[in-house]
Every structure is written in C-alpha cells, then in structure tokens.
C-alpha cells in the first residue's frame, strides 16, 4: 500500500474513532460544568472551572449507593449461577452419552429462537404466584438459567477431545472429577467469554428491572438514572454525571477482559 | 450446517443399552437438573402460557375469559399498533442494511492497517458495551432541536433550518436509528474484521496474478468469501431489530405522538401499563412469527448466495 493510502486509510478510522467516543466525551466534559455551560457553543471541551462537586452531590440527591449496591449484587448473583448451572448443563449435554440428551437440548436450543417479550408476560405471573415481585430475586430466577449460556459452554466443550476424558476415566476419575479436573481448567476462555456476557447484559439491563421492580430500595442503576432524569430534568450537568457513573464500571471491566470479548464474539461469528 | 442435520438425524437414536444406559442416565440428570429446573419453570413453561395467553382476555384482577381469535383480528383494526408495526418495519429496513454497510467498511479499513488496531477497535467497540440507558440520554442532549451540540453545529454549516430530531415527528425514528447503528457498528466489525482474516491470502495473489484491480478484488474474493459472516450478521441484526425497546423508551417514549411507536413498546405498555395480558401476549406472538418467518426464509434463500468452503 502507498503512503498516501495508507494515511487516508489511517484519517478515515480516526474520524470514525472521534465519531464513536464524541457522546461519551461530550457527556464526561457536561458532567463537570454548570448547567448554563452545558449547552454552549462553541463547546469548551475543558471547563474553566471543572464543577467536580457534581459527582458528590449526585449521592446526596438519589439514592445511587443502593441502586449500586443492588446492581453489583444481581450482577454478580445471576453471572456466578449462571455459570455454575450452565457448565454443569453443558457438561451432560456434550461428555455423557443418555438417551434423551439430543431432545433435551433440542428443548434448549428452541427456547432460545424464543424472544424475551413472548414469555416476559407469563414469567411476571409465574414471579408474581410465588410472591417474588419487587424483589431482586424476580430477576435472579428469570435470567440465571439461559439456555444461551448452556448452548455457548455446550458447543465449547463440544470441542474438547473425548480422549482426555476417557484418559481421565480409565486413571479411575470419575465424572465429576472430570468435570472439575479436566474440562472445566480448559474451558476458561468460553466461561470468561460467557461471564462477561452476562456481567454486562445485567449490569446494562433496562426491561427487567423496570418490570419487576418498583419499589425505590430495589431499583438498580439504569432504574436509577431514568428516575433521576425525571425527577431533574433540567439539571443536565447532574444527569450526565450520574450516567458517567453508571457506565464506568462496565468500561473499566471492558479494558481489562477485551481479550475474552473480541475472541468470544469473533469465535460465535465464525463458528455459526 | 451438515452437522445440524446429523444432530436431527441422530435425536431418537441411541446406541448404548442397558445398565449402562441407566448409570449415565442417573449421572446426566445429576448434572442437567440445577439448570434444567429454572429452565423448565421460567423459560419452557412461559412459552406454553404465553400461546395459551393469545387467546384470551385479562387483565390480573377479572377472571380470565376466552375470546378465541378476536386478540388477532382486533390488531387489524387498531391504528397503534398497526402505525407500531409500521415504525417496526422502517426501523429494520433502515438499520440492518446502514449497520451491515459501515462495520464491513470499517472492517475492511482496520485490516488494512497494523499499528493500532487494538486501540481503533476497542474505541469503536465502546458504545456496544455502554448501558443503552446511559447513552440515549446523552445522545437525546446531543439532539435537543435548540440547544444541542449537533444542531449547533449543523447551523454554523449554513444549515438554516436543522431537523427536531426527537421532538419532530417526521425525524423521531431517523434520531432512534442514527443512534442505534452507532451503539451496535462496532459489535459487528469485531465479528466482519474476523472473517476477513479468515479468507487466505493466496486468493488475492492469484488475483493480483490475474490482473484485478482492488474492486475487482473486494467484488469477486472478499464479498463471496465472506458470505457465511453476512448471513450471520444479517441474522443477528434482523432479530435484533425487531426487538427495539429502551432506545424508544428512554427517547421518545414512542412520540412525539406516536411516531416513533414500535411493537415492543407497545407490547410493555399494553401489558404492563394497561393490563391487557391477552392482547399484548397475541401482539408478542405476531413479533415472534414475523423474526421467525423471516428467519426460516432467509435459512432457505442460503443455499444460493452462502458459499460455505
């Protein structure tokens, strides 16, 4: 490639790059001005007087250290069962030879095809009968046990030679220590892939909670920063804020695990 | 795809016997049974409620009454949720070829470059990880018709009079889209820039031999190579698409009027808000048919343009 291509190449992607981070840019810069500063323009990407009590006063405005507290807490509750139930799931559905293994699965997979708004009605009811609505728990039972992340661990295992297994038989291990020696220490890419999977669909979700809950001890964070757009509608420089605060954590985690993501993604859409 | 058809071929086969048969047996179940039991309670058994639910009316506190097939022939009539279906449709039509289109472009760019991939691709992968939440509201400052940045910056192009974004009726679905493709382009370059690394090089040399120009190229080895990542990729976005929700809510709560109304939102609010369990459990069902026929249709046009190699 010649030079000049080359750096058209290069000034395309950096364009496309300030496109791409421009709202979280402008949205970190409004979160330490004034709310008349907001809005001017030029924009003045650096205040003259960064208002960094902004992001003090937004705890003292709304309840945020609950919405947090929930948040981390259905996070990690829904990632941490989801991977227990789904690779122990996975395990049946790809190293033991039963009968009814291929039905079964084929229960799986259907579901999946299956939109959330189709059963989102009858699972609220089934919540509701067991006195679980307005409760964190509602959305630890309806979403721990996708049958995605039993699919994405199954197809993963799928590809562990059955050698090792029967290797690990014959040393007199048996099943579960199979599962537990063997393929889950070589499953860690697929179950950090489907970690952060889940990490970032609870953290980020936004249909649930409001579904289920109402009560303000319950809210997560998205509840949260809904709540507080409604409640100060014109206080634009608390508003963005607060949604610097709701996305950092997801982007920090981001940072450190991108290698997992990218793979993950790159691995369902060739495999496919 | 072979291995599909093998997997339905082998569902009612089993070679083992006996005793066997029964040990492992009792083992699977073991492990199936802490995922198998929320899966049965809250997905399975949903789905066979949620048929049931299409066919009746009800709304928690009267008792349920079975209407047969009025939830689905009152859809005809109902302008909302045919205007819903409407906005459901143009948003598809316009996002799924606008996304497709700019993360193959940016994929193609990024391949062609080796410092500072890793760097590029995380920043335009950001805003897919990014709460939806969180960037509608920015991106509904960015659009205020007044005062926000993109306007302000339209005018000072000489654009005299710039468009009201979220508040116009005739540009809600535009501002939905615009910002939908943006969140999700960088997902599906992740997903394009590896199947470009999956096509062998020694193509594009016998190419070059060949005398192809670059178009040539991406016309006749990249595109037919990446098939299978397309159909992929359009498959994805298509059941995406359909499933629109809290980019609406959190922006335009469907409106102004009901312009930016999709069929997602309208079935929280005929649920949820309204109450009406039946009706929005028939509109969910119509959701679910329309992805689904959609789906199968293109699972059988992939013979013809999909080279799997």
């Known amino acids: 490639m010649s030079t000049t291509k080359k750096i058209t190449v290069y000034i395309l992607l950096l364009l496309g790059a300030a496109v791409m981070v421009f709202p979280f840019v402008w949205m970190l810069s409004a979160s330490i001005k004034t709310n008349i500063q907001v809005f001017e323009y030029p924009i003045q990407w650096i205040p003259d007087n960064p208002q960094w009590q902004n992001y003090i006063e937004i705890w003292k405005q709304i309840d945020f250290l609950t919405y947090y507290k929930n948040t981390i807490f259905l996070t990690l509750v829904v990632t941490g069962l989801s991977l227990f139930t789904s690779s122990l799931a996975a395990y049946a559905f790809s190293k033991i030879e039963f009968p009814e293994r291929n039905l079964l699965f084929l229960l799986y997979i259907g579901t999946i095809a299956v939109p959330f708004q189709v059963i989102m009605i009858p699972q609220f009811m089934i919540i509701r009968n067991i006195g679980l609505s307005d409760s964190l728990w509602a959305l630890v039972l309806i979403q721990a046990f996708t049958p995605f992340g039993v699919f994405l661990l199954r197809q993963f295992f799928m590809s562990i030679p059955n050698e090792l297994s029967e290797a690990a038989r014959i040393d007199g291990l048996n099943d579960f220590g199979i599962f537990t020696q063997i393929v889950l220490p070589l499953a860690k890419p697929a179950l950090a892939t489907l970690a952060i999977f889940q990490f970032v669909f609870v953290w980020n979700d936004y249909l649930g909670p409001l579904i289920y809950l109402s009560s303000d001890s319950n809210k997560t964070i998205q509840l949260g920063i809904m709540k507080f757009m409604t409640q100060y509608s014109s206080d634009y420089a608390l508003i963005m804020a607060a949604s610097v605060v709701a996305v950092v954590p997801v982007i920090i985690m981001f940072l450190f695990l991108q290698k997992y993501f990218v793979e993950g993604i790159a691995m369902s859409g060739i495999k496919s | ?309």
Not at chain 2, 59 to 71: A, E, I, Q, T
Not at chain 2, 185 to 191: D, L, N, Q, S
């Open chain 2, 1 to 309: 795809m072979k291995s599909i058809k093998n997997f339905f071929n082998n569902i009612f086969k089993s070679s083992d016997s006996g005793a066997m048969v029964s040990k492992n047996r009792k083992t699977a179940y073991f492990f199936l049974l802490p995922n198998f039991i929320g899966f049965f309670i809250f997905t399975l058994i949903p789905v066979a409620i949620a048929f049931f639910l299409c066919f009746v009316r009800w709304d928690f506190s009267n008792p349920m009454r079975f209407v047969g097939l009025k939830n689905f022939t009152y859809m005809f009539t109902d302008q909302t949720f045919l205007i819903a279906l409407k906005n459901t449709f143009f948003f598809t039509l316009v996002s799924v070829p606008s996304t497709m289109i700019i993360s193959l472009g940016l994929a193609i760019l990024l391949n062609k470059i080796i410092k500072g991939v890793k760097f590029l691709r995380t920043m335009y992968f950001i805003p897919y990880i990014t709460s939806m939440v969180a960037v509608a509201i920015v991106w509904n400052m960015l659009y205020s018709p007044s005062m926000g940045p993109i306007n302000n910056f339209l005018r000072n192009m000489g654009v005299n009079n710039p468009p009201g974004w979220t508040a116009s009726t005739d540009w809600s679905m535009i501002a939905i889209i615009i910002m939908s493709v943006w969140k999700q382009i960088g997902y599906y370059m992740v997903i394009y820039l590896a199947g470009l690394q999956g096509i062998p090089s020694h193509l594009y040399e016998a190419a070059t031999i060949d005398g192809a120009n670059s178009w040539q190229k991406f016309r006749y080895v990249t595109l037919p190579m990446l098939t299978p990542t397309t159909f992929f990729v359009s498959i994805m976005l298509l059941i995406g698409s359909f499933k629109v929700f809290t980019q609406v809510m959190v922006m335009t709560s469907g409106g102004p009027g009901r312009s930016s109304n999709v069929l997602v939102y309208y079935i929280y609010n005929q649920a949820f808000v309204y109450n009406r369990f039946g009706y929005a459990s028939a509109i969910a069902f119509v959701l679910f048919f329309i992805v689904l026929a959609i789906t199968i249709f293109q699972f059988k046009k992939e013979e013809k343009w999909v080279n799997y190699t």
